[in-house]
């Protein structure tokens, strides 16, 4: 892959595959906010893994981050093989008596920002005639659970079509649609996780790894593990009246 480019690398899945490509021999650039962070990643990983890593911090939640991120992705140097678009959060609130301004945060994080650095990726990949996008969406795509999910199917549905636009260019895009994980995303969000059985969750390794062999593969949807795959199936075939009411706002698990 030569050089990867993963947002939201400072901690979580993002942080997992950044070290997943790290351990095979790429090179990174880590996209994160927190530039001292970020730092101190970026020189454990070139001393364990002996590769090269820069860091962009940026705040993909401001047209200016996504924009550096857009820049980096289409620069001839040192080119850009695969671009991870991981920056995301839980928004821990209903829409209804919810802040405005937050919501407008996640929207700018997790729809806005990844339509203008995959514009800039898939321009410069198609140019080269090769590399890969890996657009993080979620299970919630398929569920109602308010605007976190409505942002997911976003990235769900545009990374399908944006799939379809690249086919036969050498340039393989995909949407990995996790289940729960083993992370700070849900004590950040408010939501009280202990409501899921522990076997629902996943180690982020896991789908780190699961996700980077999709991309290899060139799969435009990467459900990991069975039990999601099951999960997925039957929410697309349920009847939306019915996923409103078992996987709704409701249901979410906020405090």
């Known amino acids: 892959m030569g050089t990867a480019l993963i947002t939201g690398a400072s901690s979580g ?6 070290w997943e490509l790290a351990a095979e021999g790429n090179d990174l650039v880590l996209v994160a906010r927190n530039a001292e962070r970020l730092a101190a990643i970026a020189e454990q990983m070139k001393q364990v893994a002996d590769i ?3 860091i962009l911090p940026s705040d993909l939640s401001t ?11 289409s ?6 093989g695969l671009l991870v678009n991981n920056a995301g959060f839980g928004l821990g609130q209903d829409v209804v008596g919810g802040d405005l301004d937050r919501e407008l945060e996640g929207l700018d994080t997790m729809v806005r920002a990844i339509l203008i650095t995959c514009h800039a990726a898939a321009a410069a990949m198609k140019q080269r005639g090769y590399g890969g ?3 993080v969406a979620s299970m919630s795509a398929l569920t109602a659970q308010g605007t976190y999910s409505a942002h997911k199917a976003w990235v769900r549905t545009f990374t399908e079509g944006l799939a379809a636009s690249l086919k036969g260019t050498g340039v393989t895009v995909s949407a990995l649609c996790p289940g729960l994980i083993y ?3 849900h004590e950040r969000s408010h939501v009280d996780s202990s409501q899921w059985p522990s076997i629902a969750f996943s180690e982020p390794s ?9 991309v290899r593969h060139g799969r435009v949807i990467v459900t990991p593990t069975v039990r999601y795959k099951v999960a997925a199936a039957m929410l697309r075939v349920a ?8 996987a709704g706002p409701g249901l979410s698990g906020r405090e």
Do not use: C, K
């Open 13 to 18: 899945l993002g942080l997992e595959i950044a």
């Open 52 to 54: 090269q890593v820069e």
């Open 63 to 73: 047209e200016a981050g996504a924009l550096a991120v857009a820049d980096r992705v």
């Open 75 to 80: 620069s001839t140097n040192r080119p850009i």
């Open 133 to 135: 996008i890996l657009n």
């Open 183 to 185: 992370s700070e995303f």
């Open 206 to 214: 896991t789908i780190a790894r699961i996700a980077i062999d999709g």
């Open 239 to 246: 009847p939306r009246s019915l996923v409103r009411a078992f």
